[in-house]
């Protein structure tokens, strides 16, 4: 009973989206900024790609929402980043993080640091990142320096990840979501395990950035359990059927934003996922 109504918020969030056409601005790294702006359009939201503090403000403030990544950082974003945070959280605006590469340089690790009081509706990020930014923000114990990854890329799988999402959806009162071969989403008392996607999406430069901007689109008409898992659904779906299409990484983006903009409401609700209930 619980699953269908999460399935009927889906559906609900996919038909607002392609009916209002909300906008969720980007604050995003350079290197994909393309691919969350089309990604973002695919699938019925407006992309609004901007990096100086006061158009994050203005943007924030207009959107339904905000995606912040923190892939590619120029000086500016010191001033920018914190303090788009900041002014979405006084302005009860829903907001998405990326924490790209956490504990990679000093700037990364301020930037990060001052964005916890401004409480995420979504953190978005591999299972590396998510380890490190619950330790970097002393939810969890540990050194979160050992836990960055390699890069962009994870080091620890999924599943080592579920408690540090769980205390980052508990501190901020949002949701988490864990990208990897299976997705988890949390809002640190529901877990939902999402399954789909292609590994041709470890071959696009992109797809975990452009997740973010997506959830970014939902988030600005559903709550953040919701977004993040009808992101986290229309992208295993759409990863999935454009792989069949694909003969390899090139065509694979072609059809997977072809993907996204074909998915109807029924089935991203109905990709496979699986409902748990967080461990006391």
């Given at each position: ?15 607002q ?68 945070a900041k ?75 579920e408690?540090a ?14 990208s ?27 797809c975990?950035?452009?997740l ?8 600005a ?16 779906l ?20 072809d ?18 209930m967080?461990?006391?």
């Amino acid at each position: 009973m619980e699953k269908k109504k999460i399935q009927e918020k889906m559906m609900e969030a996919v038909r607002q989206v392609r009916e209002t056409n909300p906008m969720a601005g980007s604050l995003t790294n350079y290197v994909t900024v393309n691919f969350v702006a089309n990604a973002q359009l695919a699938v019925g939201g407006s992309a609004a790609m901007v990096y100086l503090p006061d158009e994050g403000e203005a943007i924030g403030l207009a959107g339904g929402a905000t995606y912040i990544n923190v892939g590619t950082l120029l000086p500016i974003h010191e001033e920018s980043l914190p303090y788009t945070a900041k002014v979405l959280h006084e302005a009860g605006k829903p907001w998405v993080l990326d924490p790209v590469a956490v504990g990679i340089g000093d700037l990364r690790t301020k930037i990060l640091k001052e964005m916890k009081p401004y409480k995420p509706s979504v953190i978005r990020g591999n299972a590396s990142e998510i380890i490190a930014l619950s330790k970097m923000w002393e939810l969890e114990s540990g050194n979160w320096k050992e836990n960055h990854g390699r890069g962009v890329d994870s080091t620890a799988a999924v599943s080592e990840a579920e408690s540090a999402a769980i205390a980052l959806a508990k501190w901020t009162g949002g949701a988490v979501a864990v990208s990897g071969k299976e997705d988890l989403v949390t809002d640190g008392e529901r877990i939902a395990i999402s399954c789909g996607g292609s590994a041709f999406m470890e071959k696009v430069t992109g797809c975990g950035c452009s997740l973010g901007g997506v959830v970014a689109v939902y988030a600005a008409v559903t709550d953040p359990f919701t977004a993040a898992l009808t992101a986290t659904s229309i992208y295993n779906l759409a990863g999935s059927r454009a792989e069949k299409k694909a003969a390899g990484p090139g065509s694979f983006q072609m059809h997977f934003l072809d993907e996204l903009y074909l998915a109807s409401p029924e089935e991203v609700a109905e990709n496979p996922w699986k409902l748990e209930m967080a461990a006391e």
